[in-house]
């Protein structure tokens, strides 16, 4: 295994109930139900980005730096869509969030609807997801 896989295999265990605290206690509480459409959402987009992306995608979702390289498959936490996730449209970007990325190994942030995956032990909200949304449009 190269040191990318064995790091991939080590957060993957570190993500597993128990192995860690509950990553919600790092969002304060005015975050813990953001408002939609208001300045309030996109500071609370940065700050649930912070506790539960920026670990893979960078804390201003440049991806990881020194890591990988563009041909390299086993590099988590690329940039963003290269920063620009606005070349996304809302419902593909929500759904990304809320379901992850099976083979580029983002977990899924969301309780989706039953589609053979266990609901995360942590999840955020619809409005907590569409927050992030905004703060990640708006890097």
């Not at 500071?43 to 440049?62: D, L």
């Amino acid at each position: 295994m190269t040191t990318q896989m064995v790091d991939d295999v080590i957060a993957w265990l570190q993500s597993l109930p128990g192995n860690r605290e509950d990553p919600n206690d790092a969002i304060s509480e005015s975050c813990r139900e953001p408002a939609a459409g208001t300045s309030a959402e996109q500071r609370c987009g940065e700050e649930i980005f912070q506790a539960r992306c920026a670990v893979c995608h960078g804390p201003e979702g440049s991806g990881k730096e020194g890591l990988g390289t563009l041909a390299d498959p086993w590099f988590q936490g690329k940039a963003l869509w290269k920063g620009d996730v606005r070349g996304m449209d809302e419902r593909q970007h929500f759904l990304t969030i809320m379901n992850g990325r099976r083979f580029a190994f983002m977990p899924q942030f969301g309780e989706s609807p039953a589609q053979g995956t266990p609901v995360p032990t942590y999840p955020l909200t619809d409005a907590q997801i569409q927050a992030v949304m905004q703060y990640e449009r708006g890097l």
